[in-house]
């Protein structure tokens, strides 16, 4: 069984960058791709992107191109979501998911809070 | 992109009662549509999917159906765990969406 592990919360103020992790455990972990999934304060789920474990091939969601990059280490099974500048607009929890055409696994969420 | 409109976005249901929510796609997308469930202070659930196949642990009061534009989520007999937002999402075409989601109170 396929488990993801995010890490812990961050702070931030505008301008830094910020990389936030996702640990994937289980034999299948390189079987489907990673997403990663937005969810502003008091808003609905959005899908920003995925990465494929095997070749690190990545599709990003216009909305979301050019403001981060996601990327994968296959010697730790982890992949990332990552900011250069951040804006006050990215404060949002970020989860992590994985699945062969529905998202069946997820991760525990990463909260980003950006506020000078 | 495809868009994924659900409705309603609000609905407050006694418990025992059936709760039926709406999405419709933009465009034809086949049965490539799945549901979550999503409580606060945790991930999404995956509750259905392609349409109509069950999840391994989902209990059997939540069903859903559709083809190419037109899907439904139905949880019939509505319990107080159920208390939570509900989301459609495609899987057809990239990049995936999700729809905006259904709150669903209990009364």
């Known amino acids: 069984e396929v488990q993801l592990e995010q890490s812990g919360g961050e702070v931030k103020k505008p301008g830094e960058s910020l990389r936030i992790s996702c640990k994937g455990f289980g034999h299948n972990f390189n079987d489907f791709w990673i997403s990663w999934v937005r969810q502003m304060p008091g808003k609905g789920l959005e899908w920003m992107g995925r990465i494929s474990p095997t070749n690190s091939y990545t599709k990003y969601s216009p909305s979301f191109e050019g403001h981060v990059t996601v990327s994968f280490d296959k010697s730790i099974n982890t992949a990332y979501l990552q900011w250069s500048s951040l804006k006050a607009s990215d404060t949002a929890m970020y989860y992590c998911?994985?699945?062969?055409?529905?998202?069946?696994?997820w991760g525990q969420g990463t909260t980003v809070t950006v506020s000078s | 992109e495809i868009v994924l409109t659900q409705s309603p976005d609000f609905q407050s249901v006694a418990p025992k009662e059936k709760v039926t929510i709406t999405c419709r796609a933009s465009?034809?997308?086949?049965?490539?549509l799945h549901w979550y469930q999503h409580k606060p202070d945790r991930p999404p659930k995956l509750l259905i999917t392609?349409?109509?196949q069950s999840i391994s642990g989902v209990p059997s009061r939540f069903s859903g159906s559709g083809s190419g534009t037109d899907f439904t989520l139905t949880i019939n007999g509505l319990e107080a765990e159920d208390a939570a937002a509900y989301y459609c999402?495609?899987?057809?075409?990239?990049?995936?969406?999700f729809g905006g989601g259904t709150k669903v109170e209990i009364k």
């Open positions: 999402h495609q899987s057809r075409n990239l990049p995936l969406t």
């Open positions: 998911a994985s699945g062969p055409g529905a998202l069946d696994v």
């Open positions: 392609y349409t109509s």
């Open positions: 465009q034809d997308i086949g049965l490539s």
